[in-house]
DNA sequence: TAGTGGTCTAGACCACTTT
DNA sequence: AAGTGGTCTAGACCACTAT
């Protein structure tokens, strides 16, 4: 192995564990894009050498970043990027079961989308100055057969400007593979925020049900590796087929 | 050391890693109460000469067993087994947030609290046989002096027999520390389904909101260390003031 | 001062994958 | 056969707590 080789300069003396600043020092490559999703990253022994350390400290610190969902272990391949397939769209945030506790695979269909200002909850929401272009999307989706929800997607128009002109029917049902692969925007966190409201008119046309029926509202603020909020989701669920599950700690 | 200090036998050749078969048999020593919560564990180097194994992967094991939130390391002093202690009761379980995203110390008022036979549906959840006794608590719980939520607390009878003589009054805000204090029962996980419906008459009653209001209904199957069903409670909240927050990883 | 957990290192061997 | 991650061991030193 040559100087060439080395991902980074060795470790310098700084604050806190080692295993936490060479961790720190992966995410900024993860942030760079030196590693983009699907990547292989060098070997723990390579990555050891180039930063300094021991080969236990870089274990600790990939063992870390693989608990938080940002890097995969493959015994005898080799430690890869996270990757948002569409496997991983439909389930890792998904969180509707039905009564037997098993996942829909819900299908998407589109309603509109397009390209305008955000107004001050959507530029609030997603950090913007006041009138920022925003992207917004909306559509229904269903499980089933039966429609399930219907929601609001609005995006930050500075990255995700084109796809405002892709036409409805080509957004695919997984939107997050398509914000990585076609955007470079992955979403790694999320924060749900849920509450109980009634059908409008438009609510009630859309999912079938009577004005007036109680639904659960799931406000959910995504954002990158950065802490950026990169997507504002309002979404109306009926809860007669599915209900939303959380399992405590 | 004598070998009246050792807490169990050395390991014998057994199936997976061995830092599992360790964190298993604490496990069964954490059920069987050989430590009970609050108890301070014997150091690392003491239990690796117990199980006959090397510090490491005593550590390895603890490791797992603080990040499922079973045990709590402190350093300088020791590693003890987690208690419910009131403050853990109210906010670990607890996801209803503000506006501002802070969380309420909810105050609670029992409605009722009697012993009687599990219908078909408690037994059922509960993994009762039919008939079995069940020990039932009906409640309010209020948040900055308004009414928060309205629930219905299901309990095995065997475990918490004794339970349905305390007076209303008496009962404390935080249940979960009664629960391990007077009865030994540790919850350590609890699922949650979660779905929108319409106030009915007592629910509008005691949560002073319009009847048909939306509410959020909160159904908890809560389960101590060996996986078995201890309390199961179904709460309806008002959704006006308070949302139900959830991070997603 | 002694004991505890927290960090860091070094090396051996195993299981799995690729060539 | 070579390279990867997975496990297990052993020992050094540090930071914190109790006495």
């Not at 030196?34 to 080969?55: H, I, N, Q, Y």
């Not at 940002?70 to 009564?99: N, W, Y």
């Not at 049900?209 to 990169?230: C, F, K, Q, W, Y």
Request: contains cysteine; hydrophobic residues 40%; glycine residues 6%.
């Amino acid at each position: 192995m040559t100087a060439a080789d080395l991902i980074d300069e060795p470790m310098r003396p700084g604050h806190g564990p080692l295993y936490r600043q060479v961790k720190q020092r992966i995410i900024r490559h993860l942030i760079d894009e030196t590693w983009k999703p699907g990547d292989m990253l060098p070997s723990e022994p390579r990555l050891a050498e180039s930063f300094g350390v021991s080969p236990g400290t870089v274990r600790r610190a990939l063992d870390e970043l693989v608990a938080e969902n940002l890097l995969v272990r493959h015994q005898g391949k080799g430690t890869i990027v996270c990757r948002h397939d569409p496997e991983r769209s439909l389930f890792h945030f998904f969180r509707m079961v039905d009564a037997a506790g098993d996942r829909p695979t819900p299908s998407s269909r589109v309603l509109a989308c397009g390209r305008r200002r955000a107004d001050r909850a959507e530029a609030a929401r997603l950090g913007l100055p006041a009138g920022a272009p925003v992207v917004v999307i909306d559509r229904t989706r269903s499980a089933a057969g039966r429609p399930l929800l219907v929601e609001r997607l609005v995006l930050p128009g500075r990255l995700f400007g084109p796809l405002a002109a892709v036409a409805p029917a080509e957004l695919p049902n997984t939107l997050y593979t398509l914000y990585e692969e076609r955007f470079g925007v992955t979403v790694y966190r999320a924060a749900e925020q849920l509450r109980a409201v009634t059908a409008d008119a438009r609510d009630a046309q859309l999912l079938e049900v009577a004005t007036g029926t109680p639904l659960l509202e799931i406000d959910r603020l995504a954002s990158n590796l950065d802490g950026m909020p990169v997507e504002w989701r309002l979404s109306r669920c009926r809860t007669d087929a599915y209900r939303y599950r959380v399992e405590l700690v």
